[in-house]
């Protein structure tokens, strides 16, 4: 039979876990979200980690419209960014806001990361929207998430621009005027003429920039 005290002690030891949990996922975030100091490498001769440039774009009724990567204000039509390791499927529960270079980078929908080298997976998602597309997710509250793109983030990079993430996006009404969007297609774009603009005037100490643009993970069909 377990005691009290014993059930108080096993409640005790998973809500610290849980806690220590919280902590070092938002310790990740707040890594990815912001740049690497100046100066040298890490200690232990580490490469420094990568800035990943990004960019998403709506095409909604032909009309091109920047998709704000940020979490504010809440009464616009924003994305969340999500990363994930390049083997696992991309938690949509993890989808955070994307480091910020300065309120014009923003509101023309750029939007970076930092990561160490390695293959990754990214994907976007934002309220009041669905994804109809192969490997995307859809959650309560109108919360969508896009299928997964793979990234590579080479060891020799400080500056990277993964391309364009364009949506092909339409509204479709919904009850007491709810407006959601249906997005039913994702293509990757180079911009890069765009990007090194943005790289120049906000990451120029990173050095040149490279581009690797992200690729499009295959989604086998259901059996």
């Not at 890490?42 to 709506?58: C, H, M, Q």
């Not at 923003?106 to 490997?135: C, I, N, S």
């Not at 896009?146 to 009850?175: I, M, N």
């Not at 990173?206 to 069909?221: H, K, N, Q, V, Y």
Request: proline share 7%; glycine share 10%; net charge neutral.
């Amino acid at each position: 039979m377990h005691t009290p005290g014993a059930f108080i002690a096993r409640r005790g030891l998973l809500l610290a876990a849980i806690a220590i949990l919280a902590v070092a996922c938002a310790d990740s975030t707040k890594r990815m979200t912001r740049v690497p100091s100046e100066g040298g490498p890490p200690r232990g001769g580490e490469a420094r980690d990568t800035v990943v440039l990004f960019k998403v774009s709506v095409y909604e009724n032909a009309n091109a419209i920047p998709g704000m990567l940020s979490t504010l204000p809440r009464w616009k039509w924003h994305y969340l960014v999500n990363v994930g390791s390049g083997h696992e499927p991309v938690d949509s529960g993890d989808a955070f806001g994307a480091g910020q270079l300065d309120a014009t980078a923003r509101e023309a929908g750029w939007g970076f990361v930092t990561l160490p080298k390695g293959t990754y997976q990214l994907a976007f998602a934002a309220y009041r929207t669905r994804f109809d597309m192969p490997g995307a997710y859809r959650g309560s509250l109108g919360f969508g998430q896009s299928s997964a793109s793979q990234l590579e983030v080479p060891p020799d990079a400080e500056l990277l621009y993964a391309g364009t993430f364009a949506f092909t996006c339409h509204k479709v009404d919904r009850w007491w005027g709810y407006i959601e969007h249906e997005c039913t297609n994702l293509e990757i774009r180079n911009e890069e003429e765009l990007a090194l603009r943005i790289a120049s005037s906000s990451l120029s100490r990173f050095g040149p920039m490279r581009t690797t643009l992200a690729s499009a993970i295959p989604i086998e069909p259901p059996r």
